[in-house]
T-cell receptor, first 114, second 113 residues
Framework: QQQVKQSPQSLIVQKGGIPIINCAYENTAFDYFPWYQQFPGKGPALLIAIRPDVSEKKEGRFTISFNKSAKQFSLHIMDSQPGDSATYFCAASKGSSNTGKLIFGQGTTLQVKP | GAVVSQHPSRVICKSGTSVKIECRSLDFQATTMFWYRQFPKKSLMLMATSNEGSKATYEQGVEKDKFLINHASLTLSTLTVTSAHPEDSSFYIC?????????FGSGTRLTVV
């Protein structure tokens, strides 16, 4: 029940395309859903995050869509660029306290071709 | 924004020796920090939750005597890999939570030879 399932495992798009990465969770107590971007040899960096009281959130070229009833959320990258090539992780945690554990999805390796 | 500094970024050690990795929150206080391990092309696996002033909470299957965690202050947590062996070689990442979410360190690549 602690799992977060992420798909696809890898994704290749052309520059300007809109890659979409999907995640599903089981634990309805989760109330914080962030997306992270990771480059090789670096730690994850927060891209955007959403809470279950909204269905969509947009920051720059990144959009999260959230479906509470289906327990699914997705990341859309608009006008993708070669510099967006990285590994993306969805995650989830529960509780508003600082001790809430962050559970990660399996990751998606994105390649944006010039 | 919040910054978490992790040191060293890379370390090579001989089998049987111990290695200490430091994680500091630079501009905020963190009563709780988290330690992750990441294998190549894999996701982050939570190893333990580090609590300031008390014992760490380890995830199932993580050897607490192998991976010693000390959270001595509100801005510093350390992970010591004791009697390291080649199978401990991995990418270790720390994280802390502030009012805006979780911030990660830049990771430590440990190679045990």
């Amino acid at each position: 029940q602690q799992q977060v399932k992420q798909s696809p495992q890898s994704l290749i798009v052309q520059k300007g395309g809109i890659p979409i990465i999907n995640c599903a969770y089981e634990n309805t107590a989760f109330d914080y859903f962030p997306w992270y971007q990771q480059f090789p040899g670096k730690g994850p960096a927060l891209l955007i995050a959403i809470r279950p009281d909204v269905s969509e959130k947009k920051e720059g070229r990144f959009t999260i869509s959230f479906n509470k009833s289906a327990k699914q959320f997705s990341l859309h990258i608009m006008d993708s660029q070669p510099g967006d090539s990285a590994t993306y992780f969805c995650a989830a945690s529960k509780g508003s306290s600082n001790t809430g554990k962050l559970i990660f999805g399996q990751g998606t390796t994105l390649q944006v071709k010039p | 924004g919040a910054v978490v500094s992790q040191h060293p970024s890379r370390v090579i050690c001989k089998s049987g020796t111990s290695v200490k990795i430091e994680c500091r929150s630079l501009d905020f206080q963190a009563t709780t920090m988290f330690w992750y391990r990441q294998f190549p092309k894999k996701s982050l696996m939570l190893m333990a939750t580090s609590n300031e002033g008390s014992k760490a909470t380890y995830e199932q299957g993580v050897e607490k005597d192998k991976f010693l965690i000390n959270h001595a202050s509100l801005t510093l947590s350390t992970l010591t890999v004791t009697s390291a062996h080649p199978e401990d070689s991995s990418f270790y990442i720390c994280s802390a939570r502030d009012q805006n979410g979780y911030t990660f360190g830049s990771g430590t690549r440990l190679t045990v030879v």
